[in-house]
């Protein structure tokens, strides 16, 4: 009986070290989204080109209710940035809301999903997604999806 009861005792305290560590890779990759965007905002390429993962599957995506665009690859997507760095070099000041987060983490690849409110704009609906590989040790985003649609009302 002692011995079934250190065995229950010590799967459950293997389990709660297994969820807190889930845990903290959620708030890890929470906190890549948001450098992602901050950086943006600021318009700080350095640490924005930092939090994707430069390797050649990498992939961005954009659908809206008129047209998509898909960059594939990471040489594609650093020009892409660079030209828009180039076009529009001052910081912004638009706020943003995250909500409605869904993550899944598997081993050193996880998916990231949540609604994205420009607080100012309440007509459009934003729904991202993310792909995340672990490299040396931290997050970088290896896929973005980004769908925009106008609310109707």
């Known amino acids: 009986m002692k011995t079934l009861k250190l065995i229950c005792v010590l799967t459950l305290c293997l389990f709660g070290i297994m969820y807190s560590q889930v845990d903290s890779e959620k708030e890890a990759i929470k906190k890549v989204l948001n450098e992602f965007y901050q950086a943006l905002i600021e318009r700080n390429w350095d640490k924005y080109l930092d939090t994707w993962a430069h390797e050649p599957t990498a992939v961005r995506i ?10 594939l690859g990471w040489e594609k997507i650093e020009k892409y940035y660079k030209r828009w760095a180039a076009l529009s070099p001052n910081p912004d000041n638009t706020e943003f809301e995250y909500k409605n987060f869904d993550i899944v983490v598997h081993q050193d690849e996880a998916w990231a999903s949540f609604d994205n409110h420009e607080k100012d704009d309440k007509k459009r609906k934003i729904r991202e997604l993310r792909r995340l590989v672990k490299r040396d040790g931290n997050w970088k985003i290896l896929t973005l999806i980004v769908i925009t649609q106008e609310e109707t009302e």
């Not at 954009?62 to 960059?71: A, H, L, M």
Request: aromatic residues 0%; proline residues 0%.
């Open 62 to 71: 954009s659908v809206d209710d008129n047209k998509t665009r898909e960059i």
